[in-house]
């Protein structure tokens, strides 16, 4: 009996092991792959890169940029760096994987089969939790799935935090156009924090 399940394990891991490469946030991007490109101070830049097979994408200002091999947080952190000359101050620059190359191989492309993330809403939301939401899904679509605000919220001060940074977000310049965030694509892991409002706010 051992045996058989130790051979039912020895066959299943290596189908396992790429899902579980790309639900990591050190999931390596490889040629194929698409990235999605997003500057908050110039929505201009925004676009979709792919990663060609020499494993390189171009971005406008910082041309040629290696991707393949890298995590999104070394690409995206290459990239600030790259346009930041552009800018009077250092611009937020976000990637994130928008899809990812069909693998040939044993799991007949599984690992397209790994479309959601984890996003975290915590604070003065309609649904506060846990968000199971699709990749590409955007800061305004995440909205929507949490249901909206309480009546305490204080939409003007809403966060994003990605990792050690936060980002604030305007949910009335959102929902009026005059602020782009909306449009953020989220990350996994990513948690939006809505504040309660503040006296006579």
Not at 31 to 56: F, K, M, Y
Request: charged share 20%; hydrophobic share 45%; net charge positive.
């Amino acid at each position: 009996m051992n045996r058989v399940y130790l051979l039912l394990v020895a066959l299943v891991l290596p189908l396992l092991a790429p899902l579980g490469a790309l639900a990591q946030e050190g999931y390596r991007i490889r040629p194929g792959d698409t990235l999605r490109i997003e500057v908050l101070e110039d929505p201009g830049l925004n676009r979709s890169a792919l990663v060609s097979p020499d494993g390189r994408m171009s971005f406008p200002l910082a041309g040629g940029v290696v991707a393949a091999g890298r995590t999104v947080e070394q690409v995206q952190a290459d990239l600030a760096s790259r346009i930041a000359a552009n800018f009077a101050a250092p611009p937020n620059v976000f990637v994130s994987i928008e899809r990812v190359a069909e693998r040939t191989g044993g799991t007949g492309g599984g690992v397209a089969a790994v479309r959601t993330i984890d996003v975290f809403v915590m604070g003065e939301a309609a649904k506060p939790g846990k968000l199971e939401i699709k990749r590409g899904t955007t800061v305004l679509q995440a909205f929507a799935q949490m249901g909206g605000f309480s009546k305490f919220a204080a939409t003007k001060r809403i966060q994003l935090r990605r990792g050690a940074k936060t980002y604030g977000l305007d949910y009335k310049a959102i929902e009026s156009g005059t602020s782009t965030a909306g449009a953020t694509v989220l990350q996994d892991g990513d948690v939006i924090v809505v504040p309660q409002r503040r006296l006579f706010e």
